[in-house]
């Protein structure tokens, strides 16, 4: 039999993901940037800070990051390694609680704030409902993270942003998985005067038929249900036991086994 292997929804073998952090006004003009390319993000929010230093209000919150993802970033943005556990629980919780409130599903992932943690902190996370947390610095490759609580993406927007797209776009994907992370501050573009970069990003990658463009915690559940694929001892059959439908490379095949499905696979 030939090897199987994992793959991207639909059979593709690369994704894209972006984060922003902060919630600022630039959002605005950010999120429609996005959707118009089919791009999807994670915004990691301030539930505390809305409406104050730049940031937008709270009844912006469930339209301007529709079809996104809403996330955590602390209550109040404060460096969680300084911060004793206690405050640590209230900051987590009480943003989730807040931007559930607006968004209305569960807030399951997080950037830390300031790039602040310590293994402290990602072992105790995930008893507060997080199930990924993404960090500051960066990988510069396309490699699936080995460690969702500790996640590096590809690049900063300002680390050679085109260069890495056009890097990833010539991928052919092989049998390995690609994803490109990129993350930033909307209010960056603005700082900097260089909103055509992001326009640029967007426009280039957006709309590729061989990328699954996802938020960060659709591919946090994606590989989860890819983990919890069970084979048969002769690798003849696949047994999918989560909601999520997973896709497989087998025998030259692509396979899609449904969520609650057993699927028999080709030789």
Not at 44 to 62: K, Q, T, Y
Not at 65 to 79: L, T, W
């Amino acid at each position: 039999m030939s090897a199987i292997n994992f793959t991207f929804p639909g059979g593709r073998r690369k994704a894209l993901t972006l984060s922003y952090d902060d919630g600022n006004v630039a959002d605005r003009r950010l999120a429609p940037i996005l959707n118009a390319h089919g791009i999807k993000c994670s915004f990691h929010l301030n539930g505390g800070l809305f409406g104050r230093d730049g940031r937008i209000d709270s009844s912006e919150v469930r339209a301007l990051y529709a079809g996104h993802e809403v996330s955590a970033h602390g209550y109040s943005h404060p460096a969680l390694a300084r911060c004793p556990r206690e405050e640590l629980i209230r900051q987590v919780l009480d943003d989730r609680r807040t931007l559930e409130d607006l968004v209305g599903y569960p807030v399951r992932g997080m950037s830390y704030p300031f790039g602040s943690y310590s293994r402290e902190i990602i072992g105790l996370l995930p008893s507060l409902g997080i199930e990924y947390a993404r960090v500051v610095p960066t990988t510069g490759n396309f490699y699936m993270p080995e460690d969702f609580m500790e996640w590096r993406g590809t690049c900063h927007h300002k680390e050679g942003l085109m260069d890495r797209a056009r890097e990833f776009l010539e991928l052919d994907g092989g049998w390995s998985l690609s994803l490109m992370y990129v993350w930033g501050h909307s209010y960056e573009f603005d700082r900097d005067g260089n909103w055509p970069l992001i326009e640029e990003f967007c426009s280039t990658a957006g709309g590729k038929a061989d990328i699954w463009y996802a938020t960060n915690i659709e591919i946090v559940d994606y590989m989860g249900s890819c983990k919890a694929l069970r084979f048969s001892s002769g690798l003849s059959s696949a047994f999918n036991p989560s909601a999520l439908s997973v896709w497989l490379s087998a025998g030259g095949t692509i396979v899609e086994v449904p969520g609650g499905a057993t699927v028999r696979l080709p030789e």
